[in-house]
């Protein structure tokens, strides 16, 4: 393997996987591999890796029962894969970065002490992140990290945006709205600029990130007016596992009646509603539309998180004064036509009309000619936006030291 060229690996790691790529870092990223380590607290867990070069990937069991030995296995496999004596730099996905980190940068152990108080701003989240951050720190010293953090793309919204209705005194302690899915939304609008040009990415767009997770996001003139997500990952639409927005008044209702703690209540929300909670089935979107026929449940949770995110799309288009590109992302928004038609039935009020023949190959444009809105499928990609946040953060340090 040739090292001559420095390497950037970006991780996106998760509770129950752990997603990398390394890339060439020059003046353009070159996507060397990609894996990860999925199923992670199962018996099967595995970890795959696919090169640039070949279309196979390879996939070798592991022995991960917890986020804690999957990092262990991660860590092993950089250093023993011949790929540590070529990096330049680590990034890594950052969830949430409160009120302190809006901007990516070099990780520190001061750095880490603060992102420790911030744990129960996400506690579902930062502190497997920062058992990453840690780990490499370990194994690799004189390695330069950087958390590039999922909050910054919503940092600049208008403060009506981030305000939520609770006394004022909250306020300080950073509890506001803050948006997920940044990274991806980074990209995709960044994508949009270079597929239909500046005009288009700083015009009226709304970004529909729907995976296992799912958010919506709002901008106009280039900069973050709106996102379905808050305080936590939990909110917004409906999603895989999560619930979306509920009334507040559940969480005292289950208490009274289930006798449920706030524990109880927080793992209801993140891991046993959305789709799974209506199916009482399934997480996976491909599951519920195999089986909608024949299960109502299926049928009512695809009507569901369509229903929800079409108000969404309204809502939106509401706050920036209407829409001129409709972007889908993530594995359901690329791979999913009926969803994305159901999502767009009734939406030609807002010049939003797709072609079926189109929609249904996933093309890069799904509207019909006579749209007065684009509507586009982008492949969106988190792990190649790290590396170019890496690469930039790199740049600026190095000029620094010039």
Known sequence: MNHSTKRILAVNGGSSSIKFAIFEAGDSLNLVLAGAI???????????????????????????????????????????????????????????????????????????????????????????????????????????????????????????????????????????????????????????????GAKASNGRVILAHLGNGVSLAAVKDGKPVDTSMSFTPASGVPMGTRSGDLDPGLAAYFSATDNMSPADFNRMVNSQSGLLGISETSSDMRDLLEHEAQDVRAAEAVAVFCYQIKKCIGAFAAAIGGVDTLVFAG?????????????????????IELDERRNGTNADVISSPSSRCTVRVIHTDEELMI????????????????
């Not at 330049?88 to 980190?101: N, Y």
């Not at 909050?151 to 950073?174: C, N, S």
């Open 38 to 196: 999925e199923r992670i607290g199962f018996s099967n867990a595995a970890i795959t890796v696919k090169t640039a070069l070949s279309a196979a990937s390879s996939a070798h069991p592991v022995v991960a029962p917890d986020h804690a030995a999957a990092v262990g296995v991660f860590v092993d496999w950089i250093e023993t894969s011949n790929s540590a004596d070529a990096l330049e730099a680590v990034g890594h996905r950052v969830l949430q970065g409160g009120p302190t980190f809006y901007k990516p940068q070099l990780v520190t152990a001061d750095m880490i002490a603060e992102m420790r108080k911030l744990s129960p701003f996400d506690p579902d989240h930062l502190p497997e992140e920062l058992e990453l951050i840690e780990a490499f720190r370990l194994r690799f010293p004189k390695l330069p990290q950087i958390a590039c953090f999922d909050t910054a793309f919503h940092h600049d919204m208008p403060r009506v945006a981030k305000l939520i209705a609770i006394p004022r005194r909250y306020e300080t302690q950073g509890i506001r709205r803050y948006g997920f899915h940044g990274l991806s939304y980074a990209f995709l609008l960044e994508e949009l600029g270079r597929l239909a």
């Open 331 to 351: 594995g359901v928004g690329e791979n999913a036509p009926v969803v994305r038609t159901r999502i767009c039935e009734d939406l030609a009020f807002l010049g």
């Open 387 to 402: 590396a170019k946040t890496v690469n930039q953060i790199l740049a600026i340090e190095q000029n620094k030291e010039n």
